[in-house]
């Protein structure tokens, strides 16, 4: 098979959004396609002019967190008197609910993230003259709240043409209406550096709406004077944000207040209205993720005695395991066997499990395959949450392995992202230019691997604390050699070895040169 060269790759790249229709912002769709969304817009235009008790109630992941910080600056904008709660993880459980409830007084609620399953609830509102404006993004399930309004794409009477939005999107979709509505003077546009961040953290599928929202976030990201931003530039020395900073350092930042504390340590920071008071909210967030850090790695560690790797799907569980890392702990597993995985923590007779998913295999259909054994589930494609009585642990297992294995899975494919074998040479200034065009990279648009054989290893530096992960200096040809750097290795190399790698390219920036750098994922080979 012939080697890739730059044009190749930049064609092979541009073949993945062929099909997209909204590349621009100026071309997305308009709000009122959502069903209910003009209803909702109207009440909350009367809430307003009445001075009517407002309460926004949120979630406590990045996309949660990200949409109530879009609509309480929203409101603090247009200077809207509101309350904005957020459910603690462990004391409230999850969106609105009926305790949650017993603590709102409001004439108007607005969800955002969730709210879709929440029946009991809307009755609650319904009883006390409350009405309920519900803005999800979640599977519906097949009895609706009665709410005043459901803002949900995925209803199947909604005429919004892009089914998967992140929550954070279909509230800034309400608040467009709320502005032609109102008819209030408004920049939009100032949200997209946090949904690029809701996007990306909620693994929506990058193309269409959501690649031209997130690209365009990612720009504005980078120049953003938005305390929180200066000050994450400023801690981890970062000059420049690409869709892997998003996924791998902001998000599980945002994430791990909500895993472990609260959520409202996140939203602070995002709200924050000086780089100091950033700066000092932030110190608490990495606290509080270094402990989330060193909880997922015992977790880790503990879940691999229960693995049973020659099922086609991993299902795990313990007693007590936090709730908070579970859902890390299953991404971990997913990645290491190459398949998906399902961490639950039993508690007080209940198990409360999150699901991860490999390419390709929609985990959230697989869990409603085993809806008889379920007291609840809910998610995405990808990603999914589920609880089930304890004693049903075994049960479900054994279903839902025999539900895998009816799939046929492609066992160790996680991602379809190896374009190929590519020519070193390819390998400057000029691809890494290329592959930033095609940015941001996440769900159905990996950031592309390449493959390189036959690589000399001249020089080989251990780096980190405990040598766990690797400097190599490759040759290749007549002295010619590139830098590449291996993480978390499970395969040693030394110098002097031949090698074949599976790698991506990122920007190195040293002292303001740009240099192309690898990043090893896989060693394929060793002479």
């Not at 003009?38 to 909350?44: L, T």
Request: proline share 4%; aromatic share 8%.
């Amino acid at each position: 098979m012939a080697r890739l060269n730059k044009e190749a790759v930049s064609e092979l790249l541009r073949k993945r959004f062929e099909g997209d229709s909204h590349t621009k912002l100026s071309l997305i769709p308009s709000p009122f396609l959502f069903k209910d969304i003009e209803k909702a817009a109207i009440r909350i235009k009367a809430a307003i002019e009445k001075k009517e008790k407002i309460v926004v109630v949120g979630d406590y992941d990045v996309d949660g967190v990200v949409s109530s910080v879009i609509m309480s600056e929203f409101f603090d904008d247009l200077g809207v008197g509101y309350d904005v709660c957020i459910p603690n993880r462990f004391s409230d459980g999850y969106g609105l609910n009926p305790q949650i409830l017993d603590r709102i007084k409001a004439d108007v609620i607005i969800t955002v993230d969730n709210g879709i399953s929440a029946v009991e609830a809307a009755k609650i509102c319904a009883q006390r003259g409350i009405d309920l404006i519900i803005t999800d993004h979640h599977t519906p399930p097949p009895i609706l709240p009665k709410a005043f309004a459901i803002i949900n794409p995925k209803q199947s009477d909604c005429e919004f043409p892009i089914e998967e939005i992140c929550g954070a999107q279909v509230a800034w979709y309400l608040i467009a209406a709320i502005k032609e509505v109102c008819g209030y003077e408004y920049e939009l546009g100032k949200f997209l550096d946090l949904l690029a961040i809701a996007i990306i953290a909620d693994m929506m599928d990058l193309k269409d709406i959501n690649r031209t929202m997130a690209k365009s976030g990612l720009r504005l990201l980078n120049r953003s004077q938005r305390p929180a931003f200066v000050a994450i530039r400023e801690v981890f020395k970062k000059e420049h944000f690409e869709s892997e900073d998003i996924s791998f350092l902001i998000s599980p930042l945002l994430n791990s207040s909500g895993r472990m504390e609260d959520a409202l340590f996140s939203y602070g920071f995002l709200r924050s209205t000086s780089r100091l008071e950033a700066l000092a909210r932030l110190e608490e967030i990495v606290a509080i993720n270094e402990r989330r850090k060193e909880e997922e790695r015992t977790l880790f560690e503990a879940s691999l005695e229960f693995v049973h790797e020659e099922d086609s799907i991993i299902v795990v569980w313990g007693e007590e395991w936090h709730e908070g890392v579970i859902g890390i702990v299953a991404s971990r597993l997913t990645k290491r066997f190459k398949k998906p995985s399902i961490v639950f923590s039993q508690t007080a007779g209940r198990a409360k499990g999150s699901a991860r998913s490999v390419a390709g295999v929609d985990i959230l259909a697989l869990i409603a395959k085993q809806e008889r054994l379920l007291l609840g589930f809910g998610g995405h494609f990808g990603a999914a949450g589920v609880l089930l009585a304890q004693e049903n642990l075994e049960e479900f297992r054994q279903s839902i392995i025999k539900s895998t294995n009816e799939l046929r899975l492609d066992s160790g494919k996680l991602h379809d992202e190896n374009l190929g074998e590519i020519e070193p040479e390819a390998i400057d200034f000029e691809l890494l230019g290329i592959l930033e065009d095609f940015e941001p990279y996440g769900q159905k648009n990996p950031k592309p691997t390449f493959v390189l054989k036959d690589m000399l290893v001249k020089v080989d530096k251990p780096l980190g604390k405990d040598g766990r992960h690797k400097k190599l200096i490759l040759q290749f040809g007549e002295g010619k050699s590139i830098e590449a750097l291996f993480f978390n290795y499970e395969q040693d190399i030394q110098r002097g070895d031949v090698i074949d790698i599976a790698f991506s390219v990122s920007r190195n920036n040293f002292r303001g040169l740009v240099t192309p750098q690898l990043m090893i994922r896989e060693v394929l080979g060793v002479r």
